[in-house]
T-cell receptor, first 113, second 116 residues
Framework: QKEVEQDPGPLSVPEGAIVSLNCTYSNSAFQYFMWYRQYSRKGPELLMYTYSSGNKEDGRFTAQVDKSSKYISLFIRDSQPSDSATYLCAMSLNTGTASKLTFGTGTRLQVTL | DSGVTQTPKHLITATGQRVTLRCSPRSGDLSVYWYQQSLDQGLQFLIQYYNGEERAKGNILERFSAQQFPDLHSELNLSSLELGDSALYFC???????????????FGEGSRLTVL
């Protein structure tokens, strides 16, 4: 079993839809949770970062962490074609001397006009 | 543009061969990370260097090695290549060993390796 599970998709939604992307994890020691966005033929870029359980909002994006269920989500409101990309969740133990992120396999999102 | 430069962008080689992938981190970043991305395994951490020293090791095969030079650029050497080594290899950098307060890594655009 992988430490981080993520549905690979693809997920296709119409423009303006609310998108929900999810990851589950098995290691309760993970403390830091991130969402990276990866456009085709590009490297991942950090989108959202959260530390504690609860919600964090940034514009159209909301990251949600439920440590008791070992479940994290990324919500995208009013989705746009420019949101079409692969979204990777990532988690870190943050050992303090090295940041070794554990990534999900990514969910490919396609927002259609 | 993340500021992380990787070369070459594409590489096609044969089984048994050896290749070197190069990475220049963002200006000022002391930490370099190497990741392998394949369709079935996702993004897998290989190894991290901080200011020239190995800091953390992940699922890196013995056939693979890396180093970080005094000018902070890094090279990933892949030898005795097998078909299964075909993947995207990403380099990432951060200022501190832990990636700063957010753990943010800045990724290059990757080197796509195809082993035939």
């Amino acid at each position: 079993q992988k430490e981080v599970e993520q549905d690979p998709g693809p997920l296709s939604v119409p423009e303006g839809a609310i998108v929900s992307l999810n990851c589950t994890y098995s290691n309760s020691a993970f403390q830091y949770f991130m969402w990276y966005r990866q456009y085709s033929r590009k490297g991942p870029e950090l989108l959202m970062y959260t530390y504690s359980s609860g919600n964090k909002e940034d514009g159209r994006f909301t990251a949600q962490v439920d440590k008791s269920s070992k479940y994290i989500s990324l919500f995208i409101r009013d989705s746009q074609p420019s949101d079409s990309a692969t979204y990777l969740c990532a988690m870190s133990l943050n050992t303090g001397t090295a940041s070794k992120l554990t990534f999900g396999t990514g969910t490919r999102l396609q927002v259609t006009l | 543009d993340s500021g992380v430069t990787q070369t070459p962008k594409h590489l096609i080689t044969a089984t048994g061969q050896r290749v070197t992938l190069r990475c220049s981190p963002r200006s000022g970043d002391l930490s370099v990370y190497w990741y392998q991305q394949s369709l079935d395994q996702g993004l897998q951490f290989l190894i991290q260097y901080y200011n020239g020293e190995e800091r953390a090791k992940g699922n890196i095969l013995e056939r693979f090695s890396a180093q970080q030079f005094p000018d902070l650029h890094s090279e990933l050497n892949l030898s005795s290549l097998e078909l299964g080594d075909s993947a995207l290899y990403f380099c990432a950098s951060s200022v501190t060993p832990s990636g700063g307060t957010t753990g943010e890594l800045f990724f290059g655009e990757g080197s796509r390796l195809t082993v035939l």
